[in-house]
């Protein structure tokens, strides 16, 4: 087919035709390319096939030859704009299903056809001149640090950002473990004003991240404000002054600066959590978080043990597993591991292509790909209040979901019953982080070499592991795949807010805010990737930081405008907030009372979790509303 469509063919081949065809109606300004025999099929948890036959694919492609070789030449100039009517109906049309109502303003957001978007700021000179007495400190340059400046530098508010590491990127830097990648697609994973369009894979790893994370904060010069190898230590609120006292560790010492608002881009998932095991530091051998990996360490032809089940044990075991003596997997619970068969293949040559020249297409893929993320499993995660079956789920739903997902495990490891009961987790499918797949996690276990344990561990001996059965094994090398102090948010620093009031002493171990951003009595101490704005089923993480980030420029603009000088959240609105974020959570497969997770907090609240839609979120971080705040001069409070 490809040289029936001559030079373009290649390309066409490769691309995801109901995204084509709604660039075509931009190139054209032909609504008849949304046809009803084009519009797909969806066939869930595929690469997007559309379930369209073979000739209706080899007309549309040859139609878009046509549009798109007369577009290149200059035969055809770009029709105007859709209108609202038309982008809807474009939007349903990729999509596969009518748009509820309340998605359509979201979604033309993040589409941003006209190439602005609600999270940019647009202040007025009126504005930035107010906003000219503030200075912010940003503490990180990872993904959120790096929007938050850029955001700034943009809306033309003094700033400067600490950084504990020597170079940007965050997790992207810190995580080198074999294997590391992202498990949302590149095309979502990435900021929605920053589109690659050179992708080398659909997931890529680490090293492509931190080059394209570098090469925006490159691209937009924000190195020049970022102080690396600094640490933040202690905040204290000065509330006569209205600022923030911060001491920062740096190479020569310690330092004060001073800020009128601070936003904390510290992320929850880099400060490695060891677990508590009898006799942890008598081993002998080299040890090391999988965060911390150890490049000096040889493992070729060790007999390696393997503490941890989860995220990034997934990606580096079976990195491994053909270089090691030995390998021998100690798993606690599994994780659900969905199928996604291209998890580690190269973007074809030609989707790039389309993504570079053909206009639109690159906007209408990525809304292919954040639609089916958005909210479509989130159904199939919710808890049925009436549910009387088995606690292996939570409704009729995830029940369904939960068989779908084991049949495609089991079928992995045919003649392997053993390994097949111990992999499928008896929790319900959504209940702890859900991990993609390709098939090499159970290969590697299904390796000659390689054992997976679940006999609980015992203890540690200078020489390798005793598990509860009495058995042991040694070992040449320890590798801990056991996550984070996700709970303990911005530990380890120490905050203190008006009155003296300690952040940690009164969280208590349960960290609690208004939207994920702003907590009472600490005014000005705005939070990225606070408590709840974590995702499981639904959507990119990053879609949640350019909503904090767009509502924290909102508030500094609430600053300047109304010449107050600090800002907290009214009690009464943090916390009904929080108790309907609580209410959602345990409506949800992850707040399943038979679940354990590190989604819980030391105390068995939900700590980490969104329960609602991404919409929802968009909708309640437009702008923030001056009625749920308690806005101040100096030291008087005000209303």
């Known amino acids: 087919m490809a040289e029936d469509l001559g030079p373009l063919g290649w390309a066409l081949e490769t691309a995801h035709l109901p995204a084509l065809a709604a660039a075509m109606v931009h190139l054209t300004g032909d609504p008849t390319w949304l046809r009803p025999e084009w519009r797909p099929t969806y066939t869930p948890l595929s690469r997007g096939e559309t379930g369209l036959p073979l000739e209706e694919q080899a007309k549309m492609r040859a139609a878009a030859k046509v549009a798109i070789t007369d577009y290149l030449a200059g035969k055809?100039?770009?029709?105007?704009?859709?209108?609202?009517?038309?982008?809807?109906?474009?939007?349903?049309?990729?999509?596969?299903?009518?748009?509820?109502?309340?998605?359509?303003?979201?979604?033309?957001?993040?589409?941003?056809?006209d190439g602005h978007s609600s999270k940019e700021p647009n202040w007025g000179e009126g504005t930035r001149a107010a906003a000219r007495r503030l200075h912010v400190l940003v503490v990180g340059a990872g993904m959120s640090g790096l929007?938050?400046?850029?955001?700034?530098?943009?809306?033309?508010?003094?700033?400067?950002?600490?950084?504990?590491?020597?170079?940007?990127?965050?997790?992207?830097?810190?995580?080198?473990?074999?294997?590391?990648?992202?498990?949302?697609?590149?095309?979502?994973?990435s900021y929605s004003f920053e589109p690659n369009h050179f992708w080398p894979q659909h997931y890529s790893t680490q090293p492509v991240l931190l080059d394209y994370f570098r090469g925006v904060a490159d691209r937009y010069d924000l190195k020049k404000k970022i102080r690396f190898d600094t640490v933040a230590e202690e905040m204290v609120w000065d509330e006569t002054r209205g600022l923030w006292n911060i001491r920062v560790r740096t190479p020569t010492g310690s330092e004060q600066v001073e800020a009128n608002a601070v936003v904390t881009a510290v992320g929850q998932l880099n400060r490695p959590r060891y677990p508590e095991i009898k006799g942890r530091e008598r081993f002998a051998g080299p040890t090391f978080h999988s965060a911390e990996w150890r490049h000096d360490v040889d493992l070729s032809g060790k007999r390696v043990a393997v503490i941890g089940t989860g995220a990034s044990a997934y990606q580096f075991v079976p990195e491994i597993a053909g270089k090691v003596a030995s390998l021998t997997v100690f798993q606690r619970t599994p994780p659900w591991g969905f199928p996604v068969a291209h998890y580690h293949e190269d973007v074809p040559e030609g989707m790039n292509w389309l993504m570079e020249h053909v206009p639109f297409y690159d906007k209408w893929y990525r809304f292919w790909m954040f639609w089916m993320v958005t909210d479509g499993l989130l159904p199939m995660v919710t808890a049925d209040p009436n549910w009387a079956g088995p606690p292996i789920a939570v409704s009729e739903l995830n029940l369904g979901f939960r068989q779908m997902i084991a049949s495609a495990i089991a079928v992995q490891a045919p003649g392997r019953p053993d390994?097949?009961?111990?992999?499928?987790?008896?929790?319900?499918?959504?209940?702890?982080?859900?991990?993609?797949?390709?098939?090499?996690?159970m290969a590697a276990l299904q390796r000659d070499n390689v054992e997976l344990v679940t006999d609980p561990i015992a203890e540690i001996t200078e020489v390798g592991i005793e598990t509860a059965d009495g058995k042991s094994r040694e070992f040449d090398v320890i590798i801990y795949a056991t996550g984070f102090h996700a709970s303990r948010f911005l530990w380890p620093m120490k905050i203190k807010g008006r009155g003296g009031a300690d952040l940690h002493e009164t969280w208590a171990g349960d960290a609690k805010a208004y939207l994920g951003m702003t907590i009472p009595h600490f005014p000005n101490l705005f939070m990225i990737y606070g408590p709840n704005t974590n995702i499981v089923v639904n959507g990119s993480i990053i879609f949640f930081s350019e909503c904090s980030v767009r509502y924290i420029i909102g508030c500094l603009k609430l600053l300047a405008e109304t010449g107050m000088i600090a800002m907290e959240p009214r009690q009464d609105v943090f916390e009904a907030f929080n108790t309907r974020i609580d209410e959602g959570n345990r409506l949800m497969a992850w707040g399943a009372p038979q679940v354990t997770s590190w989604y819980k907090n030391e105390t068995g609240r939900v700590s980490q979790n969104w329960p609602f839609a991404l919409v929802d979120y968009w909708r309640a971080t437009l702008a923030p509303d001056p009625n749920d705040f308690v806005l101040s001069r100096s030291a008087e409070l005000v209303s």
């Open 147 to 189: 929007l938050t400046a850029l955001r700034l530098e943009q809306a033309g508010v003094s700033y400067e950002v600490v950084e504990k590491n020597a170079d940007v990127g965050g997790t992207w830097l810190e995580n080198s473990y074999p294997g590391c990648r992202v498990d949302s697609s590149n095309h979502i994973y």
């Open 76 to 113: 055809r100039p770009m029709a105007q704009t859709p209108g609202p009517e038309l982008v809807r109906q474009m939007m349903s049309f990729v999509a596969g299903a009518e748009i509820p109502d309340g998605y359509g303003e979201f979604l033309a957001d993040e589409l941003a056809l």
């Open 419 to 441: 390994l097949v009961e111990k992999v499928i987790p008896t929790y319900p499918i959504g209940g702890k982080r859900a991990l993609l797949d390709n098939g090499v996690w």
